[in-house]
């Protein structure tokens, strides 16, 4: 027999064995000593055992209650979890072996219309909450699903021998980015999985290169190894979503030669209900959140898609940002709408958007006090983006500081008005982008000469507010060369939960 | 044991596979690691020499002892140097 098959039977028998254990007629509690009500009930349970028969289930303290003789270890809380026991003391009624009755905690009236007995517990106040159930704590609920093989999970497991390192075994099978990983033990991805209420077996895209399925399921596992907590999951499968729009063109995204990788942005209350930073070194090491997240999105597209640099991934040199680049936008105190609400969603509606971005070019710009002057900055620095000599270029991702967006918000200039402004700024005369112009061989046709070219085509720029409170220090993510229709687009995706 | 959920789509054998073969040694260097068995320098000195023959770089490497396995710096250097490494195992 194969190991995982004598695991099962073994399983199996012991859900056989517990279902054989509990009586066929009759009461049965579950109880635990670290619960007041417990204790405050033991006489009432003794008097019970003794009068009427009562089988009593304990959940920590194999000598609780003492009121009852013959009460039965559920330290190991197989009954319990079998009677899917939330609260102690719970008090049930068996005919035929079946349930046909149930209460819980402390409440005089219940325990006698349960019991069909009219006087006893006159001690007793008339009632009392029960405490939470040991079977249902969290790490706990977990093993006993397993033990069960109650888990629903459908992927493979992989047995890591008892001498083995985890983190070399997952180097060993190429899992890793370069980092190490939390394993994807059964009782972590469980409890990743309860930060959606959507179907592990969902599947929400297939993944390229592979064009394999991404489910639910896989996602939490990718989103365990990144480091994500579970209420980063909506969050993840939002990014995932997005990324698998056609319009992204992932498949391109991560085969280009070029530098880069998806960037996600996240605007909405999940933000701060998730603890994302949106303020100082948003796009640096950040925090979980911003990591994690962004890291699950990578695993997901090297594991599950099975894109991985020297294989489909052909970049030259890639970009730090292919580890994680996800970042949130600083709503509060902003005077320009969030970045999402701009491409269709409403305010208030969480929703990550993705841009095949890549790196930082800071736009230092500590003298301008009018918005003409520091629109110009940008546009200068913006139309060095790729190389001085393209036009129409890459698309860019602007992110604007809180001190670049007083500037603008002083002066009553809207979002709508500085991308009209940095249209302007960013048109070129064509002369300039000839192949051998300023002495640069790099370069477009001759036909430019005499031409006005706009740097970016239109709808290639995009416009968030992010950053530390201090410093006057702006920053461009540029796109991808192939950026807009003929390449990737940005895609804008709602968190569900 | 630790058990782990495979994050991949599967499609690939849980247990590592051994690198594959090259087809052709033509213009792959060949290292040949003498882990200090008795008499392995002689057959290897010989096979490094029929190998050389037929024009294939070869590279020679020695093992302090053969109880113990090679130093980390002879396993790194091995790797920067060589595609593909021969070693003799007994005596």
Redesign the interface.
């Known amino acids: 027999m194969a190991a995982g098959q004598f695991i099962l039977a073994q399983r199996l028998t012991w859900r056989m064995a517990v279902a054989d254990d509990l009586p066929q007629n009759g009461l049965v509690a579950v109880v635990k000593r670290d619960c007041p009500t417990c204790v405050l009930a033991a006489p009432v349970l003794g008097d019970l055992a003794r009068n009427v028969g009562l089988t009593v289930y304990t959940q920590d303290d194999p000598s609780f209650p003492e009121t009852v003789p013959g009460r039965i270890d559920d330290t190991g809380l197989d009954v319990s979890h079998r009677l899917k026991i939330e609260i102690v003391p719970t008090l049930i009624r068996f005919a035929a072996g079946r349930e046909v009755a149930r209460t819980y905690g402390w409440d005089r009236g219940e325990w006698q219309r349960l019991t069909g007995i009219a006087e006893f517990g006159r001690d007793l106040p008339d009632a009392r909450p029960g405490c939470g159930a040991r079977n249902v704590e969290p790490g706990v609920i977990e093993r006993l699903k397993i033990r069960f093989n109650e888990t629903g999970?459908s992927?493979?497991?992989?047995?890591?021998?008892?001498d083995e390192d985890?983190q070399e075994?997952?180097f060993?099978?190429g899992?890793s980015d370069g980092l190490p990983l939390v394993?994807?033990?059964?009782e972590r991805?469980l409890r990743m999985l309860d930060g959606t209420a959507r179907d592990p077996q969902e599947v929400v895209g297939q993944?390229p290169p592979?064009l394999?399925?991404a489910t639910v399921?896989?996602i939490a596992?990718?989103a365990v190894?990144a480091g994500c907590k579970p209420e980063y999951l909506p969050v993840v499968l939002a990014a995932v979503e997005a990324v698998l729009e056609e319009s992204f063109a992932m498949h391109g995204v991560l085969a280009t030669t070029m530098f880069v990788g998806p960037v996600v942005i996240v605007n909405g209350p999940v933000r701060r209900g998730i603890g994302m930073n949106a303020k100082g070194n948003a796009l640096g090491q950040s925090n979980r959140a911003n990591a994690a997240i962004g890291r699950a999105l990578q695993?997901v597209i090297r594991?599950?898609?099975?894109g991985r640099p020297q294989e489909v991934d052909r970049a030259t040199l890639g970009n730090p940002g292919k580890l994680t680049y996800c970042f949130a936008e600083d709503e509060e105190g902003s005077s320009w709408e969030p970045l999402s609400v701009e491409r269709g969603l409403k305010p208030g509606q969480s929703a990550v958007t993705v841009f095949a971005g890549y790196g930082l070019q800071g736009i230092v710009d500590q003298k301008s006090r009018d918005p003409e002057s520091l629109a110009k900055s940008f546009a200068g620095s913006l139309k060095a983006l790729s190389n001085v000599k393209h036009a129409p270029s890459c698309d860019a991702l602007l992110v604007v500081c809180p001190e670049h967006h007083r500037t603008f918000k002083n002066a009553g200039w809207s979002k709508a008005r500085l991308y009209e402004e940095l249209y302007r700024l960013c048109e070129i005369p064509g002369g300039e982008l000839v192949a051998g112009a300023r002495g640069i061989a790099e370069g477009g046709p001759q036909s430019l000469d005499g031409k006005i070219v706009n740097k970016f085509r239109p709808g290639g720029l995009m416009i968030v507010r992010a950053g530390g409170d201090a410093g006057m220090f702006s920053g461009i993510i540029a796109g991808w060369s192939a950026g807009g229709p003929r390449g990737s687009l940005p895609v804008t995706k709602e968190v569900r939960n | 044991?630790?058990?782990?959920?495979?994050?991949?789509?599967?499609?690939s054998p849980?247990i590592?596979p051994r690198l594959p073969r090259p087809e052709r040694l033509d213009g792959l260097t060949i290292g040949i690691l003498d882990i200090a068995k008795s008499r392995g320098d002689v057959f290897l000195h010989r096979l490094g020499e029929r190998i050389a023959e037929r024009g294939i770089a070869v590279k020679h490497y020695a093992k302090p002892t053969n109880t113990r396995v090679a130093p980390l710096p002879l396993r790194q250097q091995i790797a920067a140097e060589v595609n593909l490494v021969i070693e003799g195992l007994s005596d």
Not at chain 1, 155 to 162: A, D, H, W
Not at chain 1, 183 to 186: G, I, L, R, Y
Not at chain 1, 303 to 306: D, K, M
């Open positions: 999970l992927s493979r497991r992989i047995e890591i021998g008892e985890e075994a997952m060993a099978r899992w394993p994807p033990t059964e991805v993944v592979a394999a399925a399921e896989k596992i990718n190894m695993l594991n599950i898609g099975e | 044991m630790t058990v782990l959920l495979d994050p991949t789509s599967e499609r849980t590592r």
